[in-house]
């Protein structure tokens, strides 16, 4: 069945520490996109991914970083810089990439079953 | 800046009645997602509404969007227990030129449905 699986379910973070959070998807869709939820609040987008070797910081990007060197992955990094990294980290990915008009494609973007980062 | 609004942000209510959840945006879009939430899951897409006027229907729910005055609404017919959950709506980024540039939510509509 295709999806997108996301990689650990609960990570812990202690001080000063780096953490990787995975995010695979064979659904063959060229965007992806890392979004982080706060208890109580929306989904706030924190970078994004039209084509492979590109991306772009969405609204929240300072202390975070990704990279996406094929089309199935999209790694997001938590860095030190991340003051305050609890929340629940999710990956989402949906078809149109760049310079692919969508048109009238009724496709959603479809979402992992997410990661909850804490602080250690 | 695009901004999305829900209102009301947390609904109790009792089964077998109706109600409507409201979604406001701030700048033209033509493409709004509802998305259904369960405790500690991930998002489930529910509808995708397209272009103005455009209605969906799934079981007791039903959805609408109004492109001229920026709203959509999440209409709940005859609630049942197993539609509580937190219920978001998002909004297409306009300025994307028909690329994929990430969603801006609402904070989420948490509704309660008691027997």
């Known amino acids: 069945d295709g999806g997108i699986t996301q990689s650990p379910k609960y990570l812990f973070r202690k001080e000063g520490q780096n953490v990787t959070l995975s995010c695979e998807q064979n659904?063959?869709?060229?965007?992806m996109y890392w979004y982080r939820q706060d208890p109580g609040q929306g989904l706030r987008l924190i970078y994004y991914?039209?084509?492979?070797?590109?991306?772009q910081k969405g609204d929240i990007a300072e202390g975070y970083s990704v990279s996406r060197e094929k089309k199935e992955s999209f790694p997001l990094t938590v860095t030190s810089a991340q003051k305050n990294p609890t929340a629940f980290y999710l990956c989402?990915?949906?078809?149109?990439?760049?310079?692919?008009?969508?048109?009238?494609?009724?496709?959603?973007?479809?979402f992992g079953d997410g990661t909850r980062l804490s602080i250690l | 800046e695009l901004k999305v609004e829900q209102n009301p942000l947390f609904l109790s209510m009792q089964e077998g009645k109706n109600y409507t959840i409201y979604c406001n945006y701030s700048?033209?879009?033509?493409?709004l997602y509802w998305y259904r939430q369960d405790p500690g899951k991930s998002l489930e897409s529910l509808f995708v509404?397209?272009?103005?006027?455009a209605v969906k229907q799934e079981g007791r729910l039903m959805a609408s969007l109004d492109t001229k005055a920026r709203l959509s609404t999440l209409h709940i017919t005859a609630a049942v227990h197993d539609l509580s959950a937190t219920y978001f709506c998002?909004?297409?980024?306009?300025?994307?030129?028909?690329?994929?540039?990430?969603?801006?939510f609402g904070k989420g509509t948490h509704l309660i449905i008691q027997p």
């Open positions: 991914s039209q084509i492979v070797n590109d991306f």
């Open positions: 509404l397209l272009s103005n006027g």
């Open positions: 700048t033209t879009s033509d493409r």
């Open positions: 659904l063959n869709h060229d965007a």
């Open positions: 989402a990915s949906s078809v149109g990439g760049q310079n692919t008009y969508r048109g009238n494609s009724n496709q959603p973007q479809h």
């Open positions: 998002a909004v297409d980024n306009p300025y994307s030129g028909g690329g994929a540039d990430g969603l801006t």
